[in-house]
């Protein structure tokens, strides 16, 4: 009885064993739009119709969908306006500004009818968020049909997108169309839209814009009919009948879809050997002619570097358009202002860009995780921007020992301030911008040139590139991001992960001591701060010889190899976590000994770096 017992456990566990490891992939939802739109010049509204096709990948029945209405943020009262003015510390560029347009100057996206598979529906606006109730559920793995006409009025450009921008670019048309909420393994994500991070659905758009013919258009997805346009996407003038034209553009597998059109674009494209076309759309004057001219060679190195560095762009576009209210992301483009120096165009430019491996391609919800997008794309744009340096393509620009230190003063600024809230706080909740933008860029860019440290940056070089290849078009959390580099290294980084994002605990390691001990010399070391770290360290001797004696943490159960095969590198016992201390032991006398340094290439942000070496003097 006994052994039938057990055989049949043996089973019921294999069977579940067996089905664990038949589970596919993470899965994701899927959206088809078609769009078109009839814009009105005169009164800045447009009119739009809608298909879109939804494909639930989920293994639940959805009886509800939920579409973002961006555009109604821009309306007094609304939580982004709300929000803007009782912040602490609110945006300049916003402020009371909603709060006091007028009537012809606001924001709407105002739903004329709604269907599924043919069939009106029920649903309700709650300001930027409309909610469905389906007629039909939607099953696993089915799909369904919406149709949709809305009327929409473009609001002043106040952020992001909007007309009649501060450089006098005419739209700025993003966050434009009723978008689909995103739902994933944590449920819905119909956040009210504030005016900080986005989440959307892979999917294919098919877009169809008819607007004055005066207007240039530039933006995300591929141009379908460029022979009726001309526009400067044909080598032949185009001179349509009509007060109109109707651009057409296909975008696939994006999550996004961005446009800008001015009467008075100036329209530059280069084309590179590897069949992508580089698109910049700007007004013409006298700060922007020189420096946008100079942009396409630029850009063009810099494309080289990326993809090398971190993986080949897929598209076959991408669109540098002026306008917005500074720099913001889309897929295959992004809205730029264009007033700018030069290595602000070019910085602004290079960051922006990024932001296509950073969010445009492995998709993270920037929301729950804005420093997997901010703060990568700001660690990546700064190697980026340091090469062009080095490339002499940014005049007078010097190439900088460290190109991530404004990103550590960045970071212990926030540390020290009081201000500073845990890295898993929802994007839309941090008290202060302040504390969001320092979270999101710097502590977030810190994330990852302290990882190479940890892990050395052989293994971390590479598992950056193998975190985009696969992760792209799957939407990664934090914890898919450093199993990656736990795969590269070898090493359990989990702890890194907890620390560094889960809470605002500090890195601050001290030489306590050095002491003779015969012809043998004592170093002490004491863990001041609250975050426990391997150290890397250096001893110079009197000669000018160095040596390296790495510590690993023992729950990183191994350490980093070798980074620099010039200096002599000695791997220690590990150091317990929880120990204070830590004492080793140089066979050498302390008079051969010239200093001692905790983390000589300071990629550790160790918030007081005053107790990390010992001179003997």
């Not at 709407?108 to 529906?121: D, V």
């Not at 995300?220 to 001309?230: C, S």
């Not at 400067?232 to 696939?252: N, S």
């Amino acid at each position: 009885m006994r052994m039938k017992n057990f055989l049949l456990m043996c089973c019921i566990l294999t069977g579940i064993a067996q089905t664990i490891m038949a589970q596919p992939e993470r899965w994701q939802q899927r959206v088809s739009y078609q769009m078109e739109i009839d814009f009105d010049v005169t009164t800045h509204r447009y009119q739009g119709r809608q298909n879109l096709v939804y494909i639930n990948n989920s293994p639940d029945t959805l009886h509800k969908v939920f579409y973002h209405l961006y555009l109604n943020a821009f309306q007094s009262g609304s939580v982004m306006d709300v929000r803007s003015r009782t912040i602490l510390d609110p945006d300049f560029r916003v402020r009371d500004r909603i709060a006091n347009l007028k009537p012809d100057e606001i924001g709407y996206q105002r739903i004329q009818k709604l269907q599924q598979n043919g069939l009106p529906i029920e649903y309700k606006v709650e300001g930027t968020i409309l909610e469905v109730t389906l007629r039909e559920p939607i099953l696993p793995h089915s799909s369904t049909i919406f149709y949709m006409e809305w009327a929409a009025q473009i609001p002043l450009q106040i952020r992001r997108n909007g007309r009649d921008s501060d450089e006098g670019i005419a739209y700025s048309m993003a966050q434009w169309y009723p978008k689909m909420c995103e739902y994933d393994y944590q449920g819905w994500h119909a956040n009210p839209y504030i005016g900080r991070e986005f989440y959307g659905i892979w999917g294919d758009f098919d877009v169809k814009i008819t607007i004055d013919k005066r207007y240039t258009v530039g933006g995300t997805g591929y141009l379908q009919n460029p022979e009726a346009i001309g526009h400067g996407y044909t080598d032949q003038p185009v001179t349509p009948a009509g007060d109109k034209l109707t651009w057409h553009f296909i975008a696939p597998n994006v999550h996004d879809f961005m446009w800008g059109a001015d009467p008075e674009y100036t329209h530059d494209k280069l084309e590179r050997p590897d069949g992508l076309t580089m698109h910049f759309f700007y007004k013409k004057n006298e700060r922007t002619a020189e420096n946008w001219a100079m942009l396409p060679k630029i850009m063009d190195e810099a494309f080289n570097f990326i993809n090398k560095t971190y993986g080949q762009y897929p598209y076959r576009q991408y669109s540098f358009v002026q306008g917005g209210d500074g720099g913001m992301e889309y897929p295959m483009a992004t809205l730029i202002t264009g007033n700018r120096p030069l290595a602000s165009l070019v910085g602004v430019s290079v960051h922006e860009l990024m932001h296509s491996w950073y969010q445009m391609l492995l998709g993270t919800n920037e929301s729950l995780y804005a420093w997997m997008d901010e703060g990568f794309t700001t660690y990546a744009s700064n190697v980026v921007m340091n090469h062009l340096r080095e490339q002499g393509l940014l005049p007078g620009a010097k190439p900088q020992p460290n190109p991530q230190a404004n990103t550590y003063a960045g970071y212990f600024a926030l540390a020290r301030s009081g201000r500073e809230e845990p890295m898993t706080v929802h994007a839309d909740h941090f008290l202060t911008n302040f504390a969001y933008g320092a979270a999101a860029y710097n502590k977030g860019a810190v994330f990852l040139h302290q990882l190479e440290y940890v892990i050395g940056k052989k293994a971390f070089d590479q598992g950056l590139r193998r975190y985009y290849y696969t992760w792209r078009y799957k939407h990664p959390n934090a914890n898919d991001c450093i199993r990656i580099f736990e795969k590269e290294s070898g090493l359990e980084l989990d702890w890194y992960k907890e620390y560094w994002v889960h809470t605002t605990h500090t890195v601050d390691y001290g030489v306590q001591s050095v002491v003779a001990d015969g012809n043998s010399t004592k170093i002490t070391l004491a863990k001041v701060g609250a975050m426990p770290m391997p150290l890397d360290v250096e001893v110079t001797y009197k000669d000018g010889s160095r040596e390296i004696f790495n510590i690993a943490l023992d729950i990183m159960r191994g350490n980093k190899p070798q980074e620099d095969a010039k200096v002599a590198y000695t791997m220690l016992a590990a150091w317990p976590w929880v120990n204070p201390t830590y004492e080793f032991t140089i066979n050498k006398a302390l008079r051969t000994i010239d200093k001692v340094v905790i983390d000589p290439t300071s990629r550790m942000a160790d918030i007081s770096r005053e107790n990390n070496t010992f001179v003997n003097e």
